[in-house]
């Protein structure tokens, strides 16, 4: 079975301070792994894809990197505004692709 | 373009009251699909639909129905409320060029009490 696991639940920073978001997946076939944020009372946000271990994608202040295993959503210099839940999610390279979502970072950074 | 839009944002029902979810998007996006949002739970499939005239079951599709008549509307239908359908729901819609990411509408926050 699929599964995609987000830690920290949680994570508090100061302003300035960088760190990284962790996103492990069990996925046989896997055809994509995306990042979204999601601020609350919104939909998920899009942010990023990537499709093969090695591959790395950046904007702003994040940036995204995958392995065969994990994938790490690295926060460099983080700002108030990039507070967010961060959402990871897979799908698998057969039939329609489902997403397959973790239950999120919450990321909280103050002033 | 208004990408995905959701309504109502947010409803209120009674258990086995019965009510329609609309979705619409306007990226003539050949995939659609409808989540489900609850505490600790991440976001969990309910149905999906890969063109018009065509949907299929999700990963928690009971108590749900959906159609598909046209490319730009995917509505879910809730047959008789229960309190364990009290969550926030989305719409989302793809296609195979974009690389499969999935865009979200607003959400719907639904209450049966």
């Known amino acids: 079975e699929d599964q995609v696991t987000q830690s920290p639940e949680a994570l508090r920073l100061q302003e300035g301070e960088s760190s990284s978001l962790n996103c492990s997946y069990t996925?046989?076939?896997?055809?994509?792994l995306f990042w979204y944020r999601q601020d609350p009372g919104k939909g998920p946000e899009f942010l990023f894809t990537?499709?093969?271990a090695g591959e790395e994608k950046e904007k702003e202040r994040l940036k995204a990197t995958l392995t065969k295993k994990e994938s790490f959503l690295h926060i460099t210099a983080p700002k108030p505004e990039d507070s967010a839940t961060y959402l990871c999610a897979v799908i698998r390279d057969t039939g329609f692709q489902k997403l397959v979502f973790g239950t999120g970072t919450r990321l909280l950074v103050s002033p | 373009n208004a990408g995905v839009t959701q309504t109502p944002k947010f409803q209120v029902l009674k258990t086995g009251q019965s009510m329609t979810l609309q979705c619409a998007q306007d990226?003539?996006?050949?995939?659609m699909s409808w989540y489900r949002q609850d505490p600790g739970m991440g976001l969990r499939l309910i149905h999906y639909?890969?063109?018009?005239?065509?949907?299929d079951q999700g990963e928690v599709p009971n108590g749900y129905n959906v159609s598909r008549s046209t490319t730009e509307d995917f509505p879910l239908r809730l047959l008789s409320a229960a309190p364990s359908q009290t969550s926030v729901y989305f719409c989302?819609?793809?296609?195979?060029?974009?690389?499969?990411?999935?865009?979200f509408g607003p959400g719907t926050r639904l209450t049966v009490t």
């Open positions: 990226m003539n996006h050949e995939y």
């Open positions: 990537l499709y093969s």
């Open positions: 989302a819609s793809s296609t195979q060029q974009g690389g499969y990411e999935q865009y």
């Open positions: 639909s890969v063109g018009a005239g065509i949907t």
């Open positions: 996925v046989s076939g896997l055809r994509g």
